[in-house]
């Protein structure tokens, strides 16, 4: 059955420092991959999505996260954190044939940046 | 534009008793969905509805939950009778070009404790 994992569950950065979430499926056919943010207090939001196209895909207030389609990854990054980023991010996927939107969630990963 | 609503915020109900969440989507989205989040685990599909009809309900744990859209507007998940694994947040999301935009507009969660 397909899955998604997320290794890190509660990462602690300080402002300014480099973000790196990994994310990792498990299936063997074609999908679409997202990274959706719940700030606290506040609803599921997408932060990104990739479809097909360029693996590098740049999302809201600077993310980005890269698809290695060998490494069956699509982990997110970002420069340098603000306290504001402080929320818990969830990668999921959906199977490219499932027209219907269902997403397949990892454990999410709650972020935590000190000012 | 008001965003997905979910009712009540917060129930705390005893084992046994009835229990039932309320989704109003997004004005104009025809696709309707549960998820839930059980105790920090990854966020799991329930069903999805499309305007009134019930597209996919392979996530719907047993027959003690039933999910209705009547008309096609708002739903509603009852869980009758609540046993305690069923504690956890109940998100309802909706979306209306998912095939183009891949996006799902979540509301903010219906949290479920059971006694």
Request: with cysteine.
């Amino acid at each position: 059955a397909q899955s998604v994992s997320q290794h890190n569950h509660h990462v602690i950065l300080s402002e300014a420092a480099s973000l790196e979430l990994g994310c990792n499926y498990s299936y063997g056919g074609t999908v679409n991959l997202f990274w959706y943010v719940q700030y606290p207090g506040q609803h599921l939001q997408l932060l990104l999505k990739y479809f097909s196209g360029d693996p590098l895909v740049k999302g809201i207030k600077g993310f980005e996260a890269e698809f290695i389609k060998s490494k069956f990854s699509f982990n997110l990054r970002k420069p340098s954190v603000q306290w504001s980023d402080t929320a818990e991010y969830f990668c999921a996927l959906k199977e490219i044939y499932n027209q219907g939107g269902k997403l397949i969630f990892g454990q999410g990963t709650e972020l935590s940046v000190k000012p | 534009e008001a965003g997905v609503t979910q009712f009540p915020s917060h129930s705390v109900i005893e084992k046994g008793q009835t229990v039932t969440l309320r989704c109003d989507p997004i004005s104009g989205h025809d696709n309707l969905y549960w998820y839930r989040r059980v105790m920090g685990k990854e966020i799991k599909f329930l069903l999805h509805f499309v305007k009134e009809s019930k597209q996919d309900e392979s996530g719907m744990p047993n027959n003690r939950f039933l999910a209705e859209r009547t008309g096609g507007t708002y739903s509603t998940l009852k869980v009758q009778p609540a046993e305690l694994e069923d504690s956890g947040v109940y998100f309802c999301a909706s979306s209306q070009d998912w095939i183009n935009t891949g996006e799902l507009f979540f509301g903010e969660g219906s949290r479920l404790t059971v006694l």
